[in-house]
């Protein structure tokens, strides 16, 4: 049985609860921005060029989570260039500025940071070359460098992604959780999940991927320490994570049963829960966004 997730593993869509959805699709097209790529009622995809970025899903029955519980930090959204990051975060300076909460340079990134209407957090960002990270005995060097947005526009952003933002494409490259402890988090997302952990900041903060990436997944307990197990709010929703095969799937749900932990498996994908009661969905590529709402599960 193997222990570690498939190199090419990556990221799917992040799936949120929502009270207004119109005024959360508005958000996230008009100021990220992302396009629609499916609107049934109650649900509505949006990403770009074809690839899921979030699903929202309206529940205006439910409350928002407390400042203090598990669940999202933020949904970070990979751009292919920094152009293409511009001009997502001129985008977002016309169309909500008092969303914006700052920015940094991560050694291995360079970050945007924002608060969507709800209170969801949101990360805009652009990787270096991976042969520009700095590794040391299997830990990936990240620091929180002060990057000036104005000088990053001025430097990157053009008259063309002025005129039409929605440049190159985009994707969820990592999730950041809020969680109750961090070595809870460590033995679920490492010693069982399978990812590797590739940065700490004590027992603050844990950062894990799969195949070298800086990372996939992120879980602090900065405004968090001591959460318990989540009830059924608005906020996030469900977090997706692809792998490249059936077989990696299968793999996968004999490792977690083997350590006790409940999962749904259909055949296509895999279901179950982190300690904090945060619903995650394994699958191939190729059926991210298709499955049932998150509410459903």
Known sequence: MTDRLAADTAMGAVTLRVAALDAMIRYYTQAVPLTVLRHDGPRAVLGRGGTPVLVLEHAPELRHAGPREAGLFHTAILF???EALAAAVHSVSRHAPGTF?????????RAFYFTDP????????????????????????MDTLYLDPNA????????????????G?????????????????????VD?????????????????????????????????????RRRMTLGLGLVDIAVPTADDLGA????????????????????????????????????AADAPPAAAR
């Open 192 to 228: 069982r999940l399978g990812f590797d952990t590739t940065s700490t900041l004590g027992d603050s903060a844990l950062f894990v991927s799969a195949g070298g990436y800086h990372h996939h997944m992120a879980m602090n307990t900065w405004r968090s320490r001591g959460a318990g």
């Open 118 to 141: 709800e209170g969801n957090g949101v990360e805009l960002y652009w990787d270096r070359d991976r042969s520009l990270w700095s590794w040391t005995h299997g830990r990936v060097e």
């Open 169 to 189: 494409g985009a994707r969820v490259g990592h999730v950041h959780l809020s969680v109750g402890d961090v070595a809870t988090a460590r033995e679920f997302y």
């Open 252 to 287: 996968l749900d004999d490792r977690l049963r083997h350590f006790g932990v409940p999962t749904a498996h259909d055949g296509r994908m895999l279901s179950f829960d982190d300690p904090w009661g945060n619903a995650v969905r394994v699958l191939p590529p190729d059926a």
């Open 80 to 82: 292919e260039t920094q």
């Open 101 to 109: 909460t700052g920015s940094s340079d991560h050694l291995v990134s």
């Open 152 to 167: 990053f526009l001025r430097e990157h952003l053009t008259d063309a992604a002025i005129e039409d933002p929605v440049i």
